[in-house]
């Protein structure tokens, strides 16, 4: 089967925070793949031969530099791409060999899991692809998903397509294990600690099992409620969605009233930050209302006001051969030392991390480069000294 379910494990964060969303999915265009989906989708075609013993180390290694043609994209097979994969490959086998993993039998990569439950009474087939399970002796079912992505972290700790995935393969296995763990590999978000786990026992996968049932059950229903959150950003009916739009006029009102009648100077420091706050939310719907538009435009729907134009990417040779001949060295630029990223990761590959740090470390600076605004929640130490300029200050809002 090569279609999605309408309640997939990968969009259970979406529809279990907002039931809605599957009904207004229905009526939404099918987003056009992107680059990074098709870079994803190699990674995890590559990771899947490995694991299926139909691709060697060696071989994967022969492929850097070679491009797959995925959804219409030329993907680049790097060097950072075969060691992600080889690190997913080396986690699932090391799993498998601590806890004694007959490979053959009990071992399911990529396996389509589908869960049964009260759903299929009402027409809802709800399934998804696993990209690993493994059925280990001492009664653990362990669940493994790779992300190529490096844009958004995700933790295995109450992560619901883990948990989809184990419910499914419980389906098939059985519920005879003790524990339950799930296991995120997502080496190019957090390369110093890619492997993220979450081991929880066997009753309580049971439990979330009957949450997963309702919450399917949720988005059958005629009033099912649209909820704004944070999984609106993948959503794909995000540009048609009413709470959303109602959402964004709010905050566009408010924003332009807020402008229109006050200079930037007097906003004060809460207003600023509601302002801040809300770009984010405005910028998100716009972007979907752009990509809805282009993508009607693309299907022939004149938008007024807008034409289509081709995309130029930026200019290039035809043959660099041909300007080699033609100019000689004058060709060719200048050679460059090395960045201290290049090179460190150079070595890291060599197994030659502590003879870089004996060569270099007091070689590298971290110059500063100004300062910048970032949410309170994300890393970096706020500078002592505008925090404590901040501190003797009293705010009126
Ligand atoms: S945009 Fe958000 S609120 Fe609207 S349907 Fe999608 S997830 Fe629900």
Not at 7 to 25: D, K, M
Not at 54 to 65: C, F, H, M, P, Y
Not at 264 to 289: G, H, K
Request: with cysteine.
């Amino acid at each position: 089967m090569t279609t999605h379910s309408s309640v997939s494990p990968s969009s259970a964060h979406r529809w279990f925070n907002c039931p809605g969303s599957v009904r207004l999915c229905e009526d939404a265009p099918i987003p056009p793949g992107t680059f990074a989906q098709a870079e994803g989708s190699v990674a995890h075609s590559l990771g899947e031969a490995a694991l299926k013993g139909r691709i060697t180390g060696q071989a994967l290694d022969k492929l850097v530099g070679t491009t797959k043609e995925h959804d219409g994209f030329d993907i680049p097979i790097t060097q950072e791409m075969v060691d992600c994969v080889r690190l997913y490959v080396r986690t699932v086998w090391a799993e498998a060999k601590k806890l004694l993993v007959d490979i053959k039998e009990n071992m399911f990569v990529e396996q389509q899991f589908f869960v049964r439950g009260p759903h299929e009474a009402v027409g809802v087939s709800a399934y998804g692809t696993c990209d690993c399970a493994l059925s280990a002796m001492f009664r653990r079912l362990v669940v493994i998903d790779y992300k190529h992505g490096r844009g958004v972290g995700v933790d295995a700790e109450d992560n619901e397509q883990g948990l989809y995935y184990a419910v499914g393969a419980t389906e098939v296995l059985g519920t005879d294990y003790d524990e339950v763990e799930i296991v995120i590999i997502q080496p190019r978000f957090d390369p110093e600690s890619p492997v993220k786990r979450w081991l929880i026992p066997m009753t309580q996968l049971l439990e979330w099992r009957g949450k997963l049932h309702n919450a399917i059950i949720a988005t059958t229903k005629e009033d099912a409620p649209l909820v704004l959150g944070d999984h609106c950003r993948w959503c794909p009916a995000a540009a048609l969605c009413p709470a959303r739009k109602k959402e964004a006029m709010d905050l566009v009102s408010i924003t332009v009233d807020v402008v229109e009648n006050r200079k930037i100077v007097e906003f004060t420091p809460v207003q600023i930050s509601e302002l801040l706050m809300n770009q984010s939310r405005i910028d998100d719907f716009f972007t979907a209302v752009g990509e809805l538009a282009l993508k009607s435009a693309e299907n022939g729907i004149v938008i007024p006001g807008f034409k289509l134009v081709e995309k130029r990417g930026h200019r290039r040779w035809v043959s660099e051969q041909a300007v080699v001949d033609a100019v000689g060295p004058a060709a060719f630029g200048e050679p460059e030392v090395k960045s201290v990223a290049v090179l460190e990761k150079e070595y890291k590959q060599a197994g030659k991390r502590e003879e870089f740090d004996a060569l270099f470390a007091n070689n590298i600076e971290i110059p500063a480069n100004g300062n910048k605004l970032v949410r309170e929640t994300q890393g970096g130490e706020a500078q002592e000294s505008i925090r404590a300029f901040r501190e003797s200050l009293v705010f009126v809002d």
